[in-house]
């Protein structure tokens, strides 16, 4: 069964760069990224607070989440209703740091990203995925940029979606972001040691896959 594990900070191009390499390589692209997502908006909800272990914790066990992929294009279902574009707003960006923070999340959301990568040939991206969720993957890279150009990127994603942020508010939380998930307890951001770096920050997302698909086809 064919894993390939893609590690790496927020807005260093990873689910783009792995969506394109699903396709190419004709298998699933799991971005583990939305389903943490979706944990946090599940708690905007409810109004739970994303660090309230146990008031997540009463909830995330039995969270009615669906992951489905519609003409190879991952859709996530949330209490039956697709989310896909809810969860990319920047409130929801942000509270996923804090809510994948939490042990009872990451052992739900482990388990669910296991079970696909075990039934099936597939790509994965997040922050642990090379770590923890598939320690033996066939193949690992961390894929990073400097949070600058991150941040840019971001701006320009959330633009298109026809939100207007500060770009240094964006860098602010980028750096924030890389802080709390880099010194989490539980799975932290960090590369595998067998992992390939590859910096995307001078790199056009096409450069990116063809250096990936050289390594896998060699």
Same mark, same amino acid.
């Given at each position: 069964?064919?894993?390939?594990? =893609? @590690? /790496?900070?927020?807005? !260093?191009? #990873?689910?783009?760069?792995?969506?394109?390499?699903?396709?190419?390589? $004709? %298998?699933?692209?799991?971005?583990?990224?939305?389903?943490?997502?979706?944990?946090?908006?599940?708690?905007?909800?409810?109004?739970?607070?994303?660090?309230?272990?146990?008031?997540?914790?009463?909830?995330?066990?039995?969270?009615?989440?669906?992951?489905?992929?519609?003409?190879?294009?991952?859709?996530?279902? =949330? @209490? /039956?209703?697709?989310? !896909?574009? #809810?969860?990319?707003?920047?409130?929801?960006?942000?509270?996923?740091? $804090? %809510?994948?923070?939490?042990?009872?999340?990451?052992?739900?959301?482990?388990?669910?990203?296991?079970?696909?990568?075990?039934?099936?040939?597939?790509?994965?991206?997040?922050?642990?995925?090379?770590?923890?969720?598939?320690?033996?993957?066939?193949?690992?890279?961390?894929?990073?940029?400097?949070?600058?150009?991150?941040?840019?990127?971001?701006?320009?994603?959330?633009?298109?979606?026809?939100?207007?942020?500060?770009?240094?508010?964006?860098?602010?939380?980028?750096?924030?972001?890389?802080?709390?998930?880099?010194?989490?307890?539980?799975?932290?951001?960090?590369?595998?040691?067998?992992?390939?770096?590859?910096?995307?920050?001078?790199?056009?997302?096409?450069?990116?896959?063809?250096?990936?698909?050289?390594?896998?086809?060699?």
């Amino acid at each position: 069964m064919l894993n390939i594990a =893609l @590690d /790496g900070p927020s807005g !260093s191009g #990873k689910s783009t760069v792995a969506g394109i390499l699903a396709e190419r390589l $004709d %298998i699933l692209h799991l971005d583990t990224g939305a389903m943490y997502r979706a944990c946090a908006l599940a708690a905007l909800k409810k109004n739970i607070k994303c660090l309230d272990e146990e008031g997540v914790s009463a909830f995330i066990g039995d969270i009615d989440l669906q992951i489905r992929y519609e003409n190879g294009e991952q859709k996530t279902i =949330l @209490d /039956g209703e697709d989310v !896909s574009q #809810k969860i990319r707003n920047n409130e929801v960006s942000m509270m996923s740091s $804090d %809510i994948s923070s939490l042990p009872s999340v990451r052992r739900k959301m482990v388990e669910m990203q296991r079970i696909v990568a075990k039934n099936n040939p597939c790509i994965l991206d997040g922050r642990d995925i090379g770590t923890v969720v598939l320690p033996d993957a066939n193949y690992k890279f961390y894929i990073t940029a400097t949070p600058e150009v991150r941040a840019e990127r971001r701006r320009l994603d959330l633009l298109d979606k026809g939100q207007k942020v500060d770009f240094d508010i964006l860098l602010e939380e980028i750096n924030r972001r890389d802080y709390n998930d880099s010194h989490r307890k539980i799975s932290p951001l960090k590369q595998a040691e067998d992992a390939i770096l590859i910096d995307t920050s001078d790199l056009s997302v096409e450069e990116v896959v063809d250096k990936i698909l050289a390594i896998i086809n060699k």
